[in-house]
C-alpha cells in the first residue's frame, strides 16, 4: 500500500520502519522545518522499546545505553539512603532517533510539511498541506503527537487535551557539568527526591552521539511540580520573547528570569545535589502535563498511534515504550488481514492498553496535585 505517516517523531518513525520493511511504500510528513533532532531527554529502557529495535534491526540500540545498579532517595538537603536495584538500561531519545531518521531515505521523510486536513474517500484519503499542495494515500498513519490533526478526522473535532495541573521542568547536561559533590552523590544512580505535591528524578543516559563512556555521558532530570492557579500553566509555558507555548517550551527558549527563579527555588527546596544539576543546566526546557484518551484509534483508512491516540503522563515511563507497542501491532494486523478488519483488530487491541497505561499515569500523578 502507499501509506502516508503524519508526524516524524518517534512514533511515526517506528512505524514507517516496520511498514517499509514489510513492502509498503511509505511517506513520512513532519511538520517542523528544521527536523527534531536534539529535541528529546532521557528515558527508561522498556520491553516494548526493546522489541520493535530488535524487529527493526536496530537491536545495537540497546546496548547503546547507560545502567544503573543503585537507588539513592534522598530524605533532606543532607541526607540520602542508597540501596541496590535492579539492573534498568536508561537511553536517550536524540540517539533512538538519530538511528531511525537514518533508515529513511531523505526523499521519504519531508519536512515543512504540516498538515491543515485530511479527507477520507472510500479508498484512499486525500491529505493538505498549509503550504497548499496535496498527497494521497491507501493509508493515514497518525503520528503527530499531543497537537494532533489525525486525531481529529479520526476521534472527532472535540479532541482537547486536559491539562494535569503540573509541569516537569526538565534539564539535560553534560556529566563532567556537576559539581564534585553532585557527581558523587547522583551519577550512576537513580535518584529519586520527594516533597508535597512535587518529586524530581535524575539518572545518566548516554552522550549526544551514544556514548557511553565515564566523562561522555549526560545527566537527565526531571522536576514536578505544580502550576494549577490561575494564569500559572500560561506564566510557565511562556518564552523569552513573551509568547505563550500550548505545551511545552523547548531548550533555549526559557527566559533568563525564569531560568534564575527555578535555579533560586531548586538551592532552597530541593537536596544540594540535585540543587546542584539544575544550576549547572545551561538551558532547562519545561513539559507541560496533559491527559488525553481516544473513544477511536481508527476509521476506514486512518490509524492514530502513539501520542495522537493516548497522551499519557511521564511517570509510567511508557510513553515511547507505548508507541513501539502501537507500531508493532499496526504492522501484525495489516499483515495478516485486510486493511479495514486489520485496522478494526488494531484499534480494539491498542484502544484497551492505552486506556490502562493512562489510568496508571493518573493514579501515579495523584500526590502532585
Request: proline content about 4%; aromatic content about 8%; overall charge neutral.
Amino acid at each position: 500500500m502507499r501509506i502516508a505517516v503524519v508526524g516524524g517523531s518517534l512514533a511515526g518513525l517506528f512505524t514507517a520502519t516496520l511498514l517499509r520493511q514489510h513492502g509498503h511504500d511509505v511517506m513520512v510528513y513532519e511538520r517542523s522545518v528544521h527536523g527534531l533532532g536534539g529535541r528529546g531527554a532521557g528515558l527508561l529502557g522498556k520491553r516494548e522499546t526493546f522489541a520493535i529495535l530488535r524487529a527493526s534491526g536496530c537491536e545495537h540500540v540497546a546496548r547503546v545505553g547507560v545502567v544503573a545498579r543503585e537507588r539513592v532517595v534522598f530524605e533532606g538537603a543532607d541526607s540520602s539512603v542508597v540501596t541496590p536495584m535492579p539492573l534498568q538500561m536508561q537511553l536517550s531519545w536524540d540517539s533512538i532517533h538519530h538511528v531511525f531518521r537514518e533508515h529513511m531515505a531523505d526523499g521519504a521523510y519531508l519536512l515543512d510539511r504540516k498538515v491543515e486536513h485530511l479527507h477520507e474517500e472510500a479508498d484512499r484519503v486525500v491529505i493538505r498541506f498549509a503550504n497548499g499542495s496535496e498527497a494521497t494515500a491507501d493509508l493515514v498513519v497518525g503520528a503527530d503527537g499531543i497537537a494532533s490533526i489525525t486525531r481529529r478526522a479520526v476521534d472527532g473535532p472535540s479532541t482537547t487535551n486536559a491539562y494535569a495541573g503540573y509541569v516537569g521542568w526538565r534539564g539535560l547536561l553534560s556529566e563532567l557539568a556537576l559539581p564534585g559533590h553532585a557527581a558523587g552523590e547522583l551519577l550512576d544512580r537513580f535518584a529519586y527526591f520527594r516533597l508535597p505535591h512535587s518529586h524530581v528524578i535524575g539518572f545518566l543516559v548516554p552522550g549526544p552521539n551514544g556514548e557511553t563512556e565515564a566523562g561522555h555521558r549526560r545527566y537527565n532530570w526531571v522536576w514536578y511540580r505544580h502550576a494549577a492557579g490561575p494564569g500559572a500553566r500560561d506564566e510557565v509555558l511562556t518564552d523569552r520573547a513573551g509568547l505563550v507555548h500550548p505545551y511545552s517550551l523547548p531548550p533555549g527558549a526559557l527566559s533568563d528570569h525564569a531560568r534564575e527563579n527555578l535555579v533560586d527555588d531548586a538551592r532552597r527546596l530541593l537536596p544540594r545535589a540535585f540543587a546542584a544539576a539544575i544550576a549547572a543546566t545551561a538551558h532547562p526546557f519545561v513539559q507541560g502535563i496533559f491527559d488525553y484518551e481516544s473513544e477511536r484509534m481508527v476509521s476506514r483508512r486512518i490509524a492514530l498511534v502513539g501520542d495522537a491516540a493516548f497522551v499519557v503522563r511521564p511517570h509510567t515511563g511508557m510513553g515511547i515504550a507505548k508507541a513501539a507497542a502501537d507500531a508493532m501491532a499496526l504492522q501484525r494486523h495489516l499483515a495478516s488481514a485486510p486493511v479495514e478488519d486489520a485496522l478494526r483488530a488494531y484499534g480494539h487491541e491498542r484502544t484497551q492498553a492505552g486506556k490502562a497505561i493512562a489510568a496508571s499515569g493518573r493514579e501515579l500523578g495523584n500526590d502532585l496535585m
